[in-house]
C-alpha cells in the first residue's frame, strides 16, 4: 500500500506565496512522474505542473514564472512553490505520482488534497 500525504495549504492575500509539500509512503520500489493538479467546484480537475524522475518539468500556461515545481527523491517527497498568487489560484490542490511498488506493479496514486485560498 502506499499514499501520498498534501500539507502546506492554506489563505493567503494576492501577490503572497505559499508552499505545498507532499510525500510518498508504504511500498515504493520507484517513484516515477510526481505532479501536482488543482479543481474547483463544478469544474474538471486541471494539471498544474509535473516533474520527471529525471527532473524535466512542464507548467500549465497560467502558472508559469509563478510556480516552482521540485523534487527530493531522498525523501520521496514534491514541492510546489506557488508565487504572485492570484485569487483565481484558489483551488483544491492534489498531489499525483507514479509509483511503483515492485519491477512490473505500478500504481497511480492521487493524494487527499489541500485548499489554497487566495483572497483578493
Known amino acids: 500500500q502506499v499514499q501520498l500525504v498534501e500539507s502546506g495549504g492554506g489563505l493567503v492575500q494576492a501577490g503572497g506565496s505559499l508552499r505545498l509539500s507532499c510525500a510518498a509512503s508504504g511500498r515504493i520500489f520507484i517513484i516515477n512522474a510526481m505532479g501536482w493538479y488543482r479543481q474547483v467546484p463544478e469544474k474538471q480537475r486541471e494539471l498544474v505542473a509535473v516533474?520527471?524522475?529525471?527532473?524535466?518539468?512542464n507548467y500549465a500556461d497560467s502558472v508559469k514564472g509563478r510556480f516552482t515545481i521540485s523534487r527530493d527523491h531522498a525523501k520521496n517527497t514534491v514541492y510546489l512553490q506557488m508565487n504572485s498568487l492570484k485569487p483565481e489560484d484558489t483551488a483544491v490542490y492534489y498531489c499525483n505520482a507514479d509509483i511503483y511498488v515492485n519491477l512490473v506493479g505500478k500504481r497511480n496514486v492521487w493524494g487527499q488534497g489541500t485548499q489554497v485560498t487566495v483572497s483578493s
Open positions: 516533474i520527471t524522475s529525471a527532473g524535466s518539468t
